[in-house]
């Protein structure tokens, strides 16, 4: 299975250095910043992680409180690659897999991007993404919990943490970092048993 994590960047992000609610990603567009993936085999053993930084397209302005949050700055998107291009990359590294699960609402974002850069949807996106945040509450994992674990929302990032998983160690990720949510949400899929379902 692959689990997948996109930072973006709202076109209605506040600007200065507080944060706003979440955007709603059906119906607003949201520059992907950076794409994290990480993919299990059938056990649940970690094969590999992808981790890409994506040039601006539409959106250059990064607020501070974004910029803190996920440590993207606006000359680190710079040197990164073009939407196009990393998806692309993505896509190579998903292969044949066919289970891809997101936190949330990741499908939308991409669908959002896909549409800026005028280019069709990957064979493999067709179908929305399963979505793992739904599926929570009926495993029992609360905000409470979450909120105990020193995090203020459901979040992919602190969900480990909350199951008490210890991630395979690896360089150079941290919270809000695509990569490092992409395998908090691969391990934490598993954990719960939530692989082969079909939501």
């Not at 692959?2 to 507080?18: K, M, N, R, V």
């Not at 501070?64 to 949050?69: A, D, E, I, Y």
């Not at 064979?123 to 945040?133: E, H, L, S, V, W």
């Not at 690896?170 to 082969?196: K, M, N, P, Q």
Request: charged share 20%; hydrophobic share 40%; with cysteine.
């Amino acid at each position: 299975m692959i689990a997948i994590d996109h930072e973006y960047l709202s076109e209605s992000a506040p600007l200065g250095d507080t944060p706003g609610d979440r955007p709603d990603v059906q119906n607003v567009y949201c520059e992907i910043m950076q794409i994290g993936a990480c993919k299990l085999d059938a056990n649940g053993v970690e094969m590999g992680t992808f981790n890409v930084t994506v040039r601006s397209h539409k959106l250059q302005h990064i607020p501070l409180w974004l910029s803190r949050m996920t440590g993207m700055s606006e000359e680190k998107r710079a040197m990164g690659l073009s939407y196009p291009e990393a998806l692309q990359q993505l896509i190579e590294f998903i292969g044949d897999d066919r289970e891809i699960w997101t936190f949330s609402g990741d499908w939308w974002v991409v669908e959002g991007n896909v549409k800026a850069h005028q280019i069709p949807m990957p064979a493999q996106f067709q179908q929305p993404f399963q979505r793992a945040k739904p599926l929570l509450a009926d495993k029992g994992v609360t905000l409470e919990q979450f909120k105990q674990a020193g995090f203020n929302e459901v979040c992919s990032g602190g969900l480990y943490k909350v199951l008490g998983i210890t991630l395979p160690a690896i360089e150079g990720v941290g919270a809000h970092d695509a990569a490092h949510d992409a395998r908090s949400l691969a391990h934490s899929v598993f954990h719960l048993g939530l692989t082969g379902h079909n939501s």
